[in-house]
């Protein structure tokens, strides 16, 4: 009788009985997702593709900060149009991919004409994208006295990585790509702890203090100069569902943070709630409400940010 050491490695394992297990998983898979998975037959955007282009496209962007080491400004431009087509190549492919998987009738002519259409409003938008990010820095410089300079924040802070991922997937989540907006943000996702969806809407000079564990669904909308710090959620509450077990998606869900807002660490507000201007919510808050402009909003509590405390509100009243 043969020892285990005459047999083929695979007899060991029953390779051949594991191979068949797979393959009717597979089978079975695809006939209970066959309307939302795996569509293509060409494969899927590759997110190890899709790193190194983010990694191109941050040097296009920040050259000397975020770029290889013998980048200066002597060669920078330079740099940057060798690297940017070079980038937007690897990208279109990555975008062709993501089209040929959603398509239903394999059409190459109107998949390449689609894919060429988003790479070039998306190179278009490049400059006003690094503006925006000019800000993003300003912003968490002003508002972070640990910071020493403005490259520092570039260069250190994981807030900086995740926006930039954030801004470049937004646009092209807008233009038509949402996988491989996906993708991106969730590259980031898995360096930096922070999770903001590419649908969301933030506007200028966004600042994540720390970020660690900060949360950003879908829908949420935020304004101009918000402030977050780190475990924050803008999350949404239990969804309907057209079915049992079949949610109803892209439904507006999430919060609307407008402008000034400062929201401070392990806050959870969930729903389609609006959060007043120049409003602050204080640590560990669960708010599943609006709230109006200028407001307070502590664990205990609701008050408007131009009134005294309640202890002293009431020893003044006392005394009147």
């Given amino acids: 009788m043969p020892s285990n050491d005459d047999l083929p490695p695979g007899a060991l394992w029953n390779v051949e009985q594991v191979l068949t297990g797979l ?9 209970a997702h066959w309307r939302n ?3 293509g037959a060409e494969g ?17 962007l920040f050259p000397l900060r975020l770029g290889p080491s013998y980048v200066r400004r002597g060669n920078e431009d330079a740099f940057v149009a060798e690297t940017l087509e070079n980038g937007l190549g690897h990208l279109y492919g990555q975008l062709r991919r993501e089209l040929t998987y959603s398509s239903t009738d394999g059409d190459g002519e109107r998949i390449d004409a689609e894919a060429r259409r988003i790479i070039s409003h998306f190179a278009a938008a490049l400059p006003e994208l690094r503006g925006l990010l000019d800000k993003d820095v300003e912003a968490a410089f002003a ?16 807030c900086m990585l995740a926006i930039i ?4 997937a937004n646009r092209l989540h807008g233009l038509g790509a949402p996988l491989v907006a996906r993708i991106i943000t969730e590259i980031a996702h898995s360096r930096t702890g922070i999770d903001i969806h590419p649908g969301a809407q933030i506007g200028e000079r ?33 969804l309907p569902a057209d079915h049992p077990g079949d949610l109803r998606r892209h439904l507006a869900r999430h919060p609307i943070i407008e402008d000034d807002v400062v929201i401070y660490p392990g806050a959870t507000l969930l729903g389609r709630i609006t959060v007043g201007r120049g409003s602050t919510i204080g640590g560990n ?26 202890a002293l509100f009431a020893a003044t009243r006392g005394a009147a």
Avoid: N
């Fill in 23 to 31: 393959r009717a998983a597979r089978h079975q898979w695809r006939g």
């Fill in 44 to 60: 899927f955007p590759s997110r190890r593709t899709l790193e190194e282009v983010m990694m191109i496209l941050c040097g296009v």
């Fill in 165 to 168: 991922h954030y801004r470049l």
């Fill in 285 to 310: 808050v669960w708010l599943t409400e609006s709230v109006p402009p200028g407001s307070f909003v502590d664990q205990g509590e609701l008050r408007r940010k131009d009134l005294p405390p309640p």
């Fill in 37 to 39: 998975a795996e569509i």
């Fill in 143 to 158: 508002g972070d006295p640990a910071a020493a300079s403005v490259d520092e924040v570039l260069l250190c802070y994981p």
């Fill in 206 to 238: 966004f600042f994540i203090d720390h970020g660690t564990g900060v949360v950003i669904g879908e829908t949420a909308v935020i304004g101009h100069r918000v402030r977050l710090y780190q475990a924050v959620t803008l999350g949404a509450l239990s």
